[in-house]
């Protein structure tokens, strides 16, 4: 079976253009995680969804970042305008529900620097 | 909020040597998970702790939940350089929550 999908793995841009980023969960999974890391902050959650309705979004820095999750298979992190102190590697990640201890499978991130 | 401290932040040990590195919280988890994590991909699931005081083992590798489900730690017997890599620790908030949360990891580096 195929793994969390994301897209795309990097990505430049300027500061103040839009970025999206893209994730694709495991099959048959009903919870999906964004993630920020940092160097300084490590891995932090940003949003989770629960069968496509999002959950909690304590984690969302600013009115800046907003996520979708449209239907089972695709979710989607905007940031609009993007900022330097938004380069950061993002990771999606799905758990099934109910499975013990919510083991989460992450993907290979995306890799986004703000210049 | 629940904080999960991990230390050493960085360790260099030499091919064959055993370490132990730790995992520690002031809160109580419904249950503890320890990923690895390579430069350029996300992390990967070794093991889910669950009940205060058990010890699971994984090859080379033992990881023990203390028994007030506050701590855990992971020990390497005869580290290998294949054992590089970042190694995280999640703490389960449970009670009807998902959100994990996560250490800041500590970096292990195995000299050949």
């Known amino acids: 079976d195929a793994g969390v999908i994301q897209s795309p793995r990097h990505e430049v841009t300027e500061m103040g253009q839009e970025v999206t980023l893209r994730c694709k969960p495991i099959?048959?999974?009903?919870?999906l995680f964004w993630y920020r890391q940092t160097m300084m902050r490590g891995l932090e959650l940003l949003i989770y969804?629960?069968?496509?309705?999002?959950?909690?979004d304590s984690g969302m820095p600013e009115d800046r970042f907003s996520a979708k999750m449209p239907n089972a298979s695709f979710s989607t992190l905007k940031i609009q305008p993007s900022e330097p102190r938004d380069s950061a590697v993002y990771f999606c990640?799905?758990?099934?529900?109910?499975?013990?201890?919510?083991?989460?499978?992450f993907g290979p991130g995306t890799r986004l620097t703000v210049t | 909020t629940q904080l999960l401290e991990q230390s050493p932040q960085f360790l260099s040990i030499q091919e064959g040597e055993n370490l132990t590195v730790y995992c520690n919280s002031s809160?109580?988890?419904?249950?503890l998970q320890w990923y690895r994590q390579e430069p350029g991909e996300g992390p990967v699931l070794l093991v889910t702790?669950?009940?205060?005081?058990e010890v699971k083992k994984l090859k080379r590798l033992t990881f023990q939940f203390g028994d007030a489900r506050k701590d855990s730690s992971l020990h390497i017997t005869a580290a290998q350089p294949g054992d590089t890599g970042l190694y995280l620790c999640?703490?389960?908030?449970?009670?009807?929550?998902?959100?994990?949360?996560f250490g800041k990891g500590t970096k292990l580096t195995v000299n050949p």
């Open positions: 990640a799905s758990s099934l529900e109910g499975l013990a201890a919510y083991e989460q499978y």
């Open positions: 099959s048959g999974h009903n919870s």
């Open positions: 969804f629960n069968n496509n309705v999002p959950i909690d």
């Open positions: 809160s109580v988890f419904s249950s």
């Open positions: 702790v669950v009940t205060g005081g």
């Open positions: 999640a703490g389960a908030e449970g009670w009807g929550s998902e959100k994990l949360v």
